[in-house]
Structures are given as C-alpha cells and as structure tokens.
C-alpha cells in the first residue's frame, strides 16, 4: 500500500481567511485526486491532477501536483462556511499493476469555516 | 441517473448475525469497489470487481464477501457480524482503472 499522509488532520478557521492544505507520500503517482466529503455523504471529485507541476483552479480552490508527482496541495482563499468538509486525497499508481484497481486515499483534511 | 445507490441507510445487528449491503450503479460502469470508512482512518478497501463475474480482495477483506453477477449490482455480505465491523460502508465504481470514482451515500452499519 502505498501511503498518502495528509495535513493538518483537523483545520477550524473564521470565514474569509485562507488555508492550504497538503497531501505527501514517498512514492510516485501517475495521478492524484482531491475529493471532498459532506456529512453523511460519499466524497465527490474536486479534481484531478496528472502532469508534474500542474496547476489546476476551481473557483477559490487552487490545486498543485508536485512536480515529482509524490505530493500536492489545496489551497483555498478567502474560505466560506459551505467550504465545510473532509477533504481527501487519492492517488493512483497505473504503472504498478501490482497497487490494485482501486485508488489508495489519505486519511483526509477535516475543514471547519465559521461565520 | 441515480448514479450510486446504496440500501439500507442505516442498520443495526446483533453479534453472529449476517447481512447484505446493497449497491447498484446505473452509468454502465465496469469497475466497481467496496470502502469501509471509520473516523479518523480514511477509506480502507474491501473488495474490488473489474467486470461481471470477477472479483478480487482489497485491504480489509476479512469478514467479508462480494459477488458481481451483472454489470450494474455488487452486494457485500457480512458473514457473522462483530462489533469491530461497526463502520460507514461506502460502494463505488468507476469507468476505468484510476478514474474519478462515484460514491453512494454510504451505508452506516453498527454491531452491538
């Protein structure tokens, strides 16, 4: 199993401040994906990121993909209560047939934005 | 579409009694896979099926069974429950190996 450790574990925030988010692992991966969980719901798709370096923005949420493919980062600005959530990182390793079919997730980032 | 369905929404059993968690997909999806997410732990794989008929182990597959009979349905089946089950149960599936994964609302399962 290959590892995603992400940071901070737990992250409580007033609305309008900014915050990053990161997600490391040692190991290469050929894409890595950032969902983010509701309570008492699945995780859906933010994003996914492929190449090394990439840089992808959706609205307020800014996603990196390190340029060695073993790490990335979320950032949001100017934070909103509805950006409340889990948020979870996932990579995938399509050169290893032996990492499986499925995808291996972070632990995941809990978000709190109060108003 | 539906997309993910997952029945029931919530269950409680007692030790040593047995269960289906159902999951059906309707995006014609070949990839399907079972989670089990507990607080502070992430989602941790149980099964996984690639197509009709095939099926394989994930990370915590003890205690657990899978079958994929059609493309569309993918029943997990806990076999003499004990509490260590307690958990959220999440089904998903995918177009392909390393797609965006669609998520059910989950299944939240507790064994007293």
């Known amino acids: 199993t290959q590892l995603l450790e992400q940071s901070p574990q737990f992250l409580s925030i007033q609305e309008g401040e900014n915050l990053t988010v990161y997600c490391n692992s040692s190991?290469?991966?050929?894409?890595l994906q950032w969902y983010r969980q509701e309570p008492g719901e699945g995780p859906v798709l933010l994003v996914t990121?492929?190449?090394?370096?990439e840089v992808k923005k959706l609205k307020r949420l800014t996603f990196q993909f390190g340029d060695a493919r073993k790490d990335s980062s979320l950032h949001i600005t100017a934070a909103q209560p509805g950006d409340t959530g889990l948020y979870l990182c996932?990579?995938?390793?399509?050169?290893?047939?032996?990492?499986?079919?499925?995808?291996?997730f972070g632990k995941g980032t809990s978000l709190l934005v109060t108003p | 579409n539906a997309g993910v369905t997952q029945t029931p929404k919530f269950r409680i059993l007692k030790i040593g009694q047995s269960m289906t968690l159902q999951c059906a997909q309707d995006?014609?999806?070949?990839?399907m896979y079972w989670y089990r997410q507990d607080p502070g732990m992430g989602l941790k794989l149980i099964y996984y099926?690639?197509?009709?008929?095939?099926?394989d182990k994930g990370e915590v597959p003890n205690g657990y069974n899978v079958s994929r009979s059609t493309t569309e349905d993918f029943p997990l089946r806990l076999e003499l429950a004990a509490p260590s089950q307690t958990s959220v149960y999440f089904c998903?599936?995918?177009?392909?190996?390393?797609?965006?994964?669609?998520f059910g609302p989950g299944t939240r399962l507790t064994v007293t």
């Open positions: 099926s690639v197509g009709a008929g095939i099926t």
């Open positions: 998903a599936s995918s177009y392909g190996r390393g797609y965006e994964q669609y």
């Open positions: 190991s290469v991966f050929s894409s």
């Open positions: 990121v492929v190449t090394g370096g």
């Open positions: 995006m014609n999806h070949n990839y």
């Open positions: 996932a990579g995938a390793n399509l050169q290893n047939s032996n990492s499986g079919y499925a995808l291996n």
